[in-house]
């Protein structure tokens, strides 16, 4: 063999180990990129996930306050129906006993005034005769005779909601 087919040889096996080095790099970068694009993956994964946890805990914040809020007031306002009640037995009193016009006229609007403020503040009045039976916001106690099937004859106590909440249910008497 020629020295110049030597070199060449020399050459091409110098060549074919750098290139053979420039592959293994080449297919170490992309293993390291691969690693690292599923590292970046991940790490979009669980921050989406933890905006999404932040995300519902604020809202459950807000629905919890706003709950706390709108019934903030149910405990008084159950011990004023008692006050509401009172009056009315008042009312029908003085209205039986003939009571002069004055006492009975300030009971009466003292009445109205307190039902305007429960009222104001989510507090309704609910059962009246006529009305469907609902069991969610009446509680039957008994049977009205001339009443229709299912319908109200006759109320024996109101009842009252708090923004759409059963405070106290009607206790009634229901068609059968």
């Not at 293993?31 to 599923?38: D, F, G, Q, R, V």
């Not at 429960?118 to 009045?125: D, H, R």
């Amino acid at each position: 063999m020629t020295e110049q087919t030597n070199n060449d040889i020399l050459d091409d096996s110098v060549e074919t180990t750098e290139q053979a080095a420039e592959l293994d790099e080449v297919a170490t970068l992309k293993a390291t990129i691969s690693e690292l694009e599923a590292q970046v993956k991940d790490a979009k994964e669980v921050a989406a996930r933890a905006n999404a946890e932040s995300y519902n805990a604020q809202r459950r914040m807000e629905q919890e306050t706003d709950k706390a809020k709108k019934y903030a007031l149910q405990k008084f306002a159950k011990e004023l129906l008692d006050v509401v009640d009172n009056l009315e037995r008042a009312i029908d009193a003085s209205e039986k006993a003939g009571a002069d016009d004055s006492t009975l006229e300030g009971l009466k609007l003292t009445h109205k005034s307190l039902l305007t403020v429960l009222e104001k503040n989510g507090v309704v009045a609910v059962g009246q005769v006529g009305d469907a039976f609902n069991p969610d916001i009446h509680e039957a106690v008994g049977i009205f005779p001339d009443a229709e099937k299912d319908t109200i004859g006759q109320v024996l106590q109101k009842g009252y909601t708090l923004n759409e909440r059963t405070l106290r249910p009607a206790m009634v008497l229901v068609g059968g």
